[in-house]
């Protein structure tokens, strides 16, 4: 069974660029989550989608930070504009149905100068 | 503030050693709490879990312990393997329906041959 993909897996930008992420979950299941995490931290929720619908996005910053999960299935994370601040490894997670397991992908390692 | 946070940011053990890796949560409503794994580059990796109506659960060649006094939860590891070297995530679940993980600092294990 195909784990959770992400792409890209690194990408360099300067400041103020945009960028964006994709996730493609573990087929059926329709819990999708996106999470940053900081060099030496631990992950931090960005953002939950049961199906389509954005369940949780309180940590989100909404300002320069969107996502979206048109189908329920696949997923894009954007930033725009990127600050220094942003560097970090964004990673998507998807869960099966009423389950707190979360399967994670390997990540998008993002820096920007 | 609430958090989830280990007591050791590293640890270092010798091949074949018994590894134990300790977390504090400050949250007594959580109800779940998951081990995870990160390798270097890597998403992190499920191992374990436990819910709060439980005290221990065993895996292969893991155990975690779930001390709900003192709001402690804990990973051992028999006979600890060079493939053991990653860095430990404990993580709780403070959400009703069962998905929104938040996740500690981490401990790093060092496995030494």
């Known amino acids: 069974e195909a784990g959770v993909v992400q792409s890209p897996r690194y990408k360099i930008i300067e400041k103020k660029q945009p960028v964006a992420f994709w996730c493609n979950p573990i087929s059926g299941h329709n819990t999708l989550y996106w999470y940053r995490q900081n060099l030496g931290q631990g992950p931090e929720l960005l953002i939950r989608?049961?199906?389509?619908?954005?369940?949780?996005d309180s940590q989100l910053p909404k300002d320069r930070f969107s996502a979206e999960r048109l189908k329920g299935v696949d997923s894009t994370l954007k930033i725009q504009p990127a600050e220094l601040g942003d560097s970090a490894v964004y990673l998507c997670?998807?869960?099966?149905?009423?389950?707190?397991?979360?399967?994670f992908g390997e990540g998008s390692r993002l820096t920007v100068l | 503030g609430e958090s989830v946070g280990l007591h050791l940011p590293t640890l270092s053990v010798q091949e074949g050693d018994n590894s134990i890796i300790n977390c504090a949560y400050s949250n007594s409503a959580s109800d779940y709490f998951i081990w995870y794994k990160q390798e270097s580059g890597k998403g992190p990796q499920f191992i374990i879990d436990i819910r709060s109506n439980m005290d221990k659960r065993q895996g292969q060649r893991v155990t975690v312990l779930l001390n709900k006094t003192v709001k402690h939860l804990s990973l051992q590891i028999a006979a600890t393997q060079p493939g053991d070297s990653a860095v430990y995530f404990c993580?709780?679940?403070?959400?009703?329906?069962?998905?929104?993980?938040?996740f500690g600092k981490g401990t790093t294990l060092s496995v030494s041959s």
């Open positions: 993580a709780e679940n403070r959400d009703q329906a069962g998905t929104a993980l938040i």
């Open positions: 997670a998807s869960s099966p149905v009423n389950t707190g397991e979360l399967f």
């Open positions: 989608y049961e199906n389509e619908e954005a369940v949780d």
